[in-house]
């Protein structure tokens, strides 16, 4: 590692308290994707985006516009205020969960089901978990905020794999900023006449938005919609379910590694050309703000029952309405969707052993279908069921 580069870690570390100080608070205060997405969701939501950006670029890789992008931190980019954006009724933020009543007596409250796998070959047993890098209170209600299942999955993994590992997203916020924010306006430039309008129109209620992404190039302004678009719809980053798992899983263990490196996520999005990024700010812009923030809510509630399959299902459905140009749509799945999937699956199989279990948690989008991770599994001899 560079000296610079370590200088400026440990710098951060000791500024912010420590590895996970510092981790927990970059959770608390990204701005999603996270991406919404998400997620879901993620660089890592519709599409999986990376996460907040490097969460809003996997909330909104988990969110419903473009599904599998990673989670990023967004750099500087204003939170829109209520009703903000024209189309807009935002979703009021809800209280977290209190146990109701009935004749009967109490009424538990019980955390979202969420999509949980257990994949296994002879010894070797990797949990699946597909999150939202976004979420609602009621989902992790505070007397236990996971079904049993996956409490003692996580007691009996050793190692916990998020999409980024706490290090690389403690540095996240530079990159996205290096590679996806410009010097000048450049984004009306790079954008066709009639998109760049479409856009400006979407953001006027909220000129200081407008402003920011004038800078942003194209694929760091979809996930900047997408990241709106969750927020609007009332989820709240701290819910998201990495934070989530933080919050348990640090109090007994702490060896918490990447599935994918920050410039292996960054190049999901750098490499792709003018035409993808452009394919993909279209497709944010396809529907209202108000159709946006229904699909918002129809992925979480497909996330809440659980099934990967119905939510990639869900997904390619959804994929299939937003294209504007099928070919180039499907070969930004490819690059910020399968291609990470199977990366994915190999670092799994990198850090798996015999005894020794790995819980993985993951964008929600990144699990189901002929091409998600849980049939990459299958397809290397593992069994995966439901946990």
């Not at 994918?260 to 993909?280: D, G, V």
Request: proline share 9%; hydrophobic share 40%; with cysteine.
């Amino acid at each position: 590692m560079p000296d610079a580069v370590a200088a400026r870690r440990i710098a951060r570390r000791s500024r912010d308290g420590g590895r996970r100080a510092a981790f927990a608070r970059r959770w608390g205060a990204r701005a999603l994707t996270g991406a919404v997405l998400l997620g879901v969701c993620t660089f890592p939501a519709m599409r999986v985006a990376p996460s907040g950006l490097a969460y809003a670029a996997g909330a909104a890789a988990n969110t419903p516009a473009q599904a599998g992008r990673p989670a990023v931190t967004v750099p500087g980019v204003p939170t829109p205020p209520p009703a903000s954006l024209p189309g807009f009724h935002t979703a009021p933020s809800l209280p977290p969960a209190t146990p109701g009543s009935t004749a009967s007596g109490p009424v538990r409250a019980q955390p979202a089901r969420m999509p949980f796998y257990v994949a296994t070959r002879g010894t070797t047993t990797l949990y699946v978990l597909g999150t939202l890098h976004v979420g609602d209170p009621n989902d992790y209600p505070a007397t236990q905020p996971f079904r049993p299942q996956i409490l003692a999955a996580l007691a009996a993994s050793p190692t916990l794999a998020l999409e980024l590992s706490p290090d690389e997203l403690l540095v996240s916020q530079d990159d996205v900023s290096k590679y996806g924010v410009c010097r000048h306006d450049c984004l009306p430039g790079l954008l066709p006449e009639p998109l760049w309008h479409k856009l400006a129109m979407r953001l006027r209620g909220n000129p200081a938005a407008l402003d920011a992404i004038k800078k942003m190039r194209p694929w760091l302004a979809s996930l900047v919609v997408e990241t709106y678009d969750s927020l609007s719809a009332g989820l709240q980053t701290e819910y998201g379910s990495e934070a989530q798992l933080q919050n348990v899983y640090l109090k007994t263990r702490g060896k918490i590694v990447g599935l994918e490196t920050l410039p292996q996520q960054m190049r999901a999005f750098t490499n792709l050309s003018l035409a993808q990024q452009r394919e993909m700010l279209a497709q944010d812009l396809v529907q209202t703000p108000a159709q946006n923030v229904a699909d918002v809510h129809a992925l979480h509630r497909l996330w809440q029952v659980g099934d990967a399959d119905a939510i990639a299902a869900w997904q390619a459905a959804k994929s299939e309405n937003l294209a504007r140009d099928k070919r180039v749509s499907d070969s930004i799945d490819n690059r910020i969707v399968y291609e990470r999937n199977r990366r994915f699956v190999s670092r799994m199989l990198q850090i798996a052993a015999p005894n020794k279990p790995v819980f993985v948690a993951i964008g929600a989008l990144h699990l189901g279908g002929p091409k998600g991770v849980l049939q990459l599994l299958r397809q290397r001899g593992f069994v995966v069921e439901p946990g």
